[in-house]
């Protein structure tokens, strides 16, 4: 399978907690997306990665969370001392450098924080 | 800001009955992509529409993009059960409008099919 990858599938935590979670991009993709999608509700985007490079940042990633794609290959997102309303799912997408918004999604991480 | 709205919210129709969902954003936009989702999975792109006017067809799907670039459709012919699910359209406002692939998400039609 050559698809966009996301480890892992589910994690439940305790409210407080720190979590990572990680994304593999269609192996010749250089451009790397992280969205977080709520019941009911389309895609939101968080951030975006043009190589190792973290181009752009959504007002809704606050300073509890960070990403990091440090070899321009796989990324992945930490969110520090999780709340309640941080349960969602976690999306990662992908795409090339000539057709940016020809995105690819993985099956995502459903986080749940207790 | 920018927003893009997707209407209607759900859809139920009976097997072999059409059905049509309408995107429309508030800016003009440079392109936009359909998406489905079905239940438990997550978005799976369908199609790019980046010229005004442009119509697409992928089988029993049609997709529109208006005029002005800032509005589209999808309309499935005589649906089946394995069209069920959510469909999103995501608009772009492209480089020019500032946009690194920032997509612009709908809120999504759900759509049930009723055997």
């Known amino acids: 399978d050559t698809g966009v990858s996301q480890d892992p599938r589910h994690k439940i935590t305790k409210r407080g907690q720190n979590v990572t979670f990680r994304c593999d991009p269609i192996s010749e993709h250089n451009r790397l997306y992280w969205y977080r999608q709520t019941l009911g509700q389309g895609p939101e985007f968080l951030t975006y990665f043009q190589n190792e490079a973290q181009l752009e940042k959504s007002r809704l990633l606050s300073d509890r969370f960070s990403a990091e794609r440090p070899k321009g290959s796989f990324s992945t997102l930490e969110i520090q001392r999780t709340e309640q309303g941080d349960s969602a799912m976690y999306l990662c997408?992908?795409?090339?450098?000539?057709?940016?918004?020809?995105?690819?999604f993985g099956p995502g991480t459903r986080l749940t924080v207790l | 800001g920018q927003q893009v709205m997707q209407i209607p919210q759900y859809q139920h129709v009976q097997e072999g009955e059409d059905f049509t969902t309408y995107c429309n954003s508030s800016t003009t936009l440079s392109n936009i992509q359909w998406y489905k989702q079905r239940p438990g999975g997550h978005p799976v792109f369908l199609i790019q529409l980046v010229k005004s006017g442009e119509v697409k067809k992928q089988k029993r799907l049609t997709f529109q993009f208006g005029e002005a670039k800032k509005n589209s459709s999808l309309h499935i012919t005589a649906t089946q059960t394995t069209d069920v699910g959510t469909y999103f359209c995501?608009?772009?406002?492209?480089?020019?409008?500032?946009?690194?692939?920032?997509?612009?998400f709908g809120k999504g039609t759900k759509l049930s099919v009723k055997p």
């Open positions: 997408a992908s795409s090339l450098w000539g057709s940016p918004d020809t995105q690819y």
């Open positions: 995501a608009g772009s406002k492209g480089f020019y409008g500032g946009s690194q692939g920032n997509l612009i």
